[in-house]
């Protein structure tokens, strides 16, 4: 069992450290923090948060880039065990079985990842596909009262 803990996650404007030599150019990415404000550089299994640029692209424009009619533009990312794999709670499961439907939810959330209470389950407007689960190279479990199992 792996605790989960919200990360906020903004997109900032920083200096290019990845181009060898560095560029002199400042790029927008993302960047993680934990509550008390300090940043973390890498993510572990059990880090959550709204990913930053589907949330912009909603506020800015109205519109959104995921398959739901009804998006809100704020899609929870849980980072999962063994290799850091970024599961987006509000994506479409690979084995869904309602691939033309627009409004249901292939994983149902529930609580909120702010205040520690998220919850992932079927009980909801959803597909067939799983019973909830998750499944990645490497592990297969649930969220469930902001635990991985």
């Known amino acids: 069992?792996?605790?989960?803990?919200y990360l906020l996650?903004?997109?900032e404007s920083r200096p290019c450290t990845w181009h060898v030599p560095p560029c002199a150019e400042e790029h927008e990415r993302t960047v993680y923090r934990l509550a008390d404000g300090t940043e973390i550089e890498d993510l572990?299994?059990?880090?959550?948060?709204?990913?930053p640029w589907s949330l912009r692209r909603q506020q800015r424009e109205g519109t959104h880039s995921c398959s739901w009619d009804n998006c809100d533009g704020q899609?929870?990312?849980c980072t999962l065990p063994p290799n850091r794999h970024p599961w987006n709670i509000d994506g479409r499961a690979s084995n869904c079985d309602m691939p033309d439907d627009r409004a249901h939810r292939c994983w149902v959330r529930h609580g909120s990842p702010q205040d520690g209470t998220l919850h992932v389950d079927k009980a909801g407007h959803t597909c067939k596909a799983?019973?909830?689960s998750i499944q990645v190279e490497g592990y297969h479990?649930?969220?469930h009262n902001w635990t991985l199992t």
Do not use: S
């Open 1 to 5: 069992m792996i605790p989960c803990r």
């Open 9 to 11: 996650a903004t997109i």
């Open 44 to 51: 572990v299994p059990g880090d959550v948060y709204i990913e």
């Open 75 to 77: 899609h929870v990312i």
């Open 130 to 132: 799983g019973a909830g």
């Open 141 to 143: 479990g649930h969220l």
